[in-house]
Nanobody, 127 residues
């Protein structure tokens, strides 16, 4: 059974940092692109960051310079380091993996292109 399990969310204050993790099991994701999306209450799911198997990265405009995505293929784990957190970063964060080998911006930033999803981990940033 393929599973992505996200963890590391919590309640923090503005300016703090958090690191999210996403542990994959059931298959190897080393050849897949993986990403993070988030969804705030009442809003649509938003692209946060993605990383290809070659470790090329792409970020949403609202998190550029503050968030860093990385992966450890030996551990089959995806990470999201979030620094300088803002109240507007409050959301449920979802990790995902896509088997699509066309790693274009459209593919990497579109949630419908992802095949596997984690259950979500909640991040709350207080002002």
């Amino acid at each position: 059974q393929v599973q992505l399990v996200g963890s590391g969310g919590g309640l923090v204050q503005a300016g703090d940092s958090l690191r999210l993790s996403c542990a994959a099991s059931g298959r190897t994701f080393s050849s897949d692109a993986m990403g993070w999306f988030r969804q705030a209450p009442g809003k649509e799911r938003e692209f946060v960051a993605a990383i290809t198997w070659r470790t090329s990265t792409i970020y949403g405009d609202s998190v550029k310079g503050r968030f860093t995505i990385s992966r450890d293929n030996a551990k089959n784990t995806l990470y999201l380091q979030m620094n300088s957190l803002k109240p507007e970063d409050t959301a449920v964060y979802y990790c995902a993996a896509t088997q699509n080998r066309r790693h274009t911006t459209m593919v990497l930033t579109t949630s419908a292109m992802y095949d596997y999803w984690g259950q979500g981990t909640r991040v709350t940033v207080s002002s």
